[in-house]
């Protein structure tokens, strides 16, 4: 039953009162089971009331991972969760663990609190004093990999020693003697090192000859810090640009001592940026630069930044596109310092134009657009240019109070028609709409342009770097002169290079029509590079901000960058964060005829590659029977000296289980499809093949694996470039997604809840679609295993 209406707000509101962020509560709303469950886990706390953060968080846990053979325990558990006695994830995974094994068997308590540490409290100084002797331990290791130490492995020491120690306690710690140990991370430690470097690398041999040691190129002040190439507010004294005029005349424009010095005394001397899109549309990867160029510089100097809405423009502006840019916002890591929107000014606006006219610098035309364009080609000055500044002021407030009609008259800024540049082409600083604005409302139906009021807000937001992509270069000049003739502080501009990506589209024009003419499904379609179909696929926004960072703020616009390079940061952050998981797209019957019919081994599997023995979470329980399924295409019918797959006569090992050996094929009619293929395992492992298969099982007796929906992204375009082509649309992928409607799965998946990401074994990285429901799990690929970049080299 899907939840909906009044009843869907009650379980929000209850969902945020145990902590939850508005993000996650809404995306468990959206799985029935896991709504279901944590319900029932809050009121068996009894915290319908709400609670802190950290307790809410294990219940949520319980709510997802409890296992479901011990339900009859799970009221006493949570005593102990709502007393505190169980705190952390690494005491609740040791419940699960110990209940699981009870099931609805009764238990001493004794031995659970001891199997799940409860009454242990590790001190901040054991903590301290055990990590400073891990540190000594490895020492020598970690100075020679610096960064690229798996940290993973000090931990693994700490938890031997102090399993019930708080892990967030420990990384701090870690993090600081790391830093003690080694200073700052530099570029060179984000480096992967060479595999064909390791290979020859070779024990030192004693010798008294001398060792040259190739000392590696120090990385760039730039390289280390991307924003080091901004001036400090206090320096925007100098000469910004100059504008030249037709008539030999140059306006050489910077801030005067007295003005920069009123600014200084406002903002404190800090840094203030802005991040300013049009609510027009979802935000794409090439916001994500511009946000990390404006938030990041305003965190890195200790200032702030504004999410200011660029909305001008009511007819494209939209509600919807509003609400998705501060949520994705938020979902990038950035903290507005501000938002406002371009309409706040409005009033203020509409003053300055009146200013503008009186000070002969703004006149009202009647030319149509067509006209504009003829006369601009021209360099010819509109017929109403020099028209009384009197009767410039009557017909602007006859448009402001509506007595003129819908494209009858513009005001536009008095420039230079003669210009070299055609931004100084006489602008249009306002046009007449009559539509309502969504922030606004109807107060006005004249409307200020992107040229006019921009430069204005950033002023009067009092904006220290104004920060923009190179296509607005040329319009320095309109920018400054603007501001110059207004007796406006005037911020720092600087322009640096757009992001472009291969094999897809940036523009919000050609986003918004395949969108609108369902070339893709939404804005939020997995294979757009828009922020929200990123996120949907998988892509963290850790992820994207690394990609950005190593791209970096050149003013270079001449690179396209490949997608491979963006695949490459997202697979190392998900190898780091996404569990490793057992999933078969293409199911191809196995069935071992000497395991008994009906016996079913519960073995286990590792979540990570370096789970520590000793460390139950780091594991997971998958089902072996007599009845598995492998991938069609890891079965051939003739062998092959390089194919590690599995073949008549010949071996494999399942992963995590044991070596089984094809010993007959059940063909279909045509005698070439396979149906089914017998086997044997050896249950001694004694047999050693070279190749692993990764493979799922019936659960139990006479019920198939849990069938999940796959879909298979791929490159939405076919060429490098498409925006470059004619028919851009013709170079559309056919095969960009593919859906794979009946996979297998482990048993272990079927908790999962939207925006999960996991490593399916040798197939890719994948995450939980929201198209998921409690009958049917979807998973979107994000990305493949395999890495062309990395191996090409960064």
């Not at 001592?257 to 203030?272: A, I, P, Q």
Request: some cysteine; glycine content about 4%; overall charge negative.
């Amino acid at each position: 039953m899907v939840v909906k209406g009044e009843e869907s707000d009650k379980i929000l509101e209850l969902f945020l009162k145990i902590g939850l962020d508005e993000r996650t509560a809404r995306n468990t709303i959206a799985n029935n089971k896991v709504t279901a469950n944590l319900t029932a886990v809050i009121h068996e706390a009894a915290l319908t009331d709400g609670c802190d953060r950290t307790i809410g968080n294990l219940l949520y846990t319980v709510a997802t991972k409890y296992p479901a053979n011990a339900l009859k325990h799970r009221p006493k558990l949570l005593e102990y969760v709502v007393s505190s006695k169980i705190k952390t994830p690494a005491q609740l995974e040791a419940s699960f663990s110990f209940l699981s094994n009870v099931a609805s068997d009764d238990f001493k308590q004794e031995e659970f609190e001891e199997a799940c540490g409860v009454g242990v409290e590790v001190s901040l100084e054991e903590l301290t004093q055990t990590v400073h002797e891990i540190f000594e331990e490895s020492k020598a290791v970690i100075l020679e990999r610096r960064y690229r130490m798996n940290v993973g492995e000090l931990f693994g020491s700490i938890r031997k020693k102090h399993p019930w120690a708080d892990p967030k306690i420990a990384k701090q710690l870690v993090d600081a003697k790391m830093y003690e140990l080694l200073g700052e991370r530099t570029a060179a430690d984000d480096e992967k090192p060479s595999k064909k470097k390791e290979k020859k690398e070779k024990p030192a041999k004693v010798e008294s000859k001398a060792v040259v040691v190739d000392t590696p190129a120090q990385p760039s002040e730039e390289e280390l810090n991307p924003f080091s190439v901004f001036p400090a507010p206090e320096d925007n004294i100098k000469v910004h640009t100059e504008v030249f005029f037709s008539n030999g005349s140059v306006l050489r424009c910077c801030n005067t001592r007295e003005r920069l010095d009123n600014h200084l005394k406002v903002t404190g001397g800090r840094v203030f940026t802005r991040f300013p899109p049009e609510p027009n549309g979802y935000l794409h990867i090439g916001h994500a630069k511009a946000m990390f160029v404006d938030f990041g510089l305003a965190k890195e100097r200790g200032g702030c930044c504004y999410l200011r809405y660029d909305d001008t423009n009511p007819e494209a502006e939209k509600k919807e596109y509003i609400t998705h840019i501060e949520e994705i916002v938020q979902w990038m890591g950035w903290e507005p310092f501000k938002i406002t929107y371009t309409s706040d000014y409005f009033q203020d606006l509409y003053e300055l134009a009146v200013e503008l006219i009186r000070r002969g610098h703004a006149y009202v035309d009647h030319q149509t657009p067509e006209e504009i364009k003829e006369y601009r080609e021209k360099k010819m000055n509109s017929p109403w240019r020099d028209r009384p500044i009197a009767e410039s002021l009557k017909l602007f407030d006859d448009m402001k109070r509506g007595l003129i009609e819908e494209g009858k008259a513009t005001l536009r800024m008095k420039q230079d028609m003669q210009s070299d540049n055609f931004n100084m082409y006489d602008l249009i600083a306002y046009r007449i709409k009559f539509t309502p604005h969504p922030h606004a409302g109807d107060k006005w139906c004249i409307y200020p342009s992107y040229d006019y009021a921009h430069c204005i807000v950033d002023s009067l937001e009092n904006i220290t770097h104004s920060l923009c992509t190179l296509e607005f270069e040329t319009r320095r000049a309109s920018y400054y002169w603007l501001l110059h003739v207004l007796d406006l502080y005037q911020p720092y501009v600087w322009e640096y290079s757009r992001l472009n990506i291969t094999n897809t589209v940036m523009s919000k024009r050609k986003l918004n029509y395949i969108v609108t003419n369902k070339y893709v499904d939404g804005w939020d379609d997995p294979r757009l590079m828009t922020l929200a179909g990123l996120r949907r696929r998988g892509v963290t926004s850790t992820a994207i901000n690394s990609f950005v960072r190593g791209i970096g703020i050149t003013r270079s616009d001449c690179s396209m960058i490949r997608l491979d390079r963006l695949e490459y940061h997202i697979r190392e952050e998900l190898n780091k964060t996404a569990p490793r998981v057992l999933v078969v797209l293409h199911p191809l019957k196995v069935v071992i005829t000497n395991l008994e019919s009906g016996s079913v081994l519960d073995l286990d599997a590792k979540k990570w590659p370096d789970a520590q023995a000793d460390d139950t979470s780091a594991f997971y329980k998958v089902p072996f029977s007599n009845v598995v399924y492998i991938e069609r295409s890891d079965f051939r019918l003739k062998d092959s000296k390089d194919y590690y797959g599995l073949a008549p006569g010949k071996s494999a090992l399942l992963r995590y289980a044991f070596p089984i050996k094809c010993t007959d094929v059940i063909l279909a009619d045509d005698k070439e499809t396979v149906l089914e293929i017998r086997a044997e395992y050896d249950p001694s492992k004694k047999s050693k093949p070279k190749g692993v298969l990764h493979w799922v099982a019936d659960p139990s007796p006479g019920s198939d694996p849990l069938k999940v929906e796959v879909r298979l992204f791929d490159k939405l375009f076919n060429s490098e470039n498409p925006a470059e082509l004619d028919d851009w649309l013709a170079d559309l992928n056919p095969n960009s997604k593919l859906v794979v409607p009946a996979a297998y799965a482990v048993p272990s998946l079927r908790n999962a809840a939207i925006g999960d990401t996991f490593q399916f074994e040798r197939l890719g990285y994948f995450a939980v679609d929201k198209d998921s429901t409690a009958e049917k799990l979807v998973f979107n690929r994000t990305v493949t295993l395999k890495d062309a970049y990395g191996k090409a080299g960064k």
